[in-house]
């Protein structure tokens, strides 16, 4: 299980703008995507990024404000947020796995993970 490390969160005001860094060193997994755990709920996925030409999917809920992008030479994937909300208040999680099916924003389709990284919005 590789190790992954995000950094990145913090509090923040409404818009934002907010950038999140995952890095995975010699992950090659063909999935890499973002997650997050909002107080109360479940982790949910949030955006993933296919190696495989780049393609990237995002839950309608952040879709038209994160953006999901990998940086091949560094092998860091990052989470660029704009026009955050407070419901955006999470735990953010880094994973990375290889599903036999893409896109996946489903949790068990990833083995390895970071320890997240806190970000608050406040209005």
């Known amino acids: 299980q590789v190790l992954l490390l995000e950094s990145g969160g913090r509090s923040v005001q409404s818009p934002g703008p907010l950038r999140l860094s995952c890095a995975c060193p010699?992950?090659?997994?063909?999935?890499l995507s973002w997650f997050r755990q909002r107080p109360g709920n479940e982790r949910e996925g949030v955006a993933t990024?296919?190696?495989?030409?780049?393609?990237?999917v995002y839950d309608d809920s952040v879709k038209g404000r994160f953006t999901i992008y990998l940086d091949h030479t560094e092998n860091a994937l990052y989470l660029q947020m704009n026009s955050l909300k407070p419901e955006d208040t999470a735990m953010y999680f880094c994973?990375?796995?290889?599903?036999?099916?893409?896109?996946?924003?489903?949790?068990?389709?990833?083995?390895?993970w970071g320890q997240g990284t806190q970000v608050t919005v406040s209005s």
């Open positions: 010699r992950n090659t997994d063909s999935s």
């Open positions: 990024f296919s190696r495989y030409g780049g393609r990237t």
């Open positions: 994973a990375a796995g290889s599903p036999p099916s893409w896109p996946t924003l489903l949790r068990r389709a990833y083995n390895s």
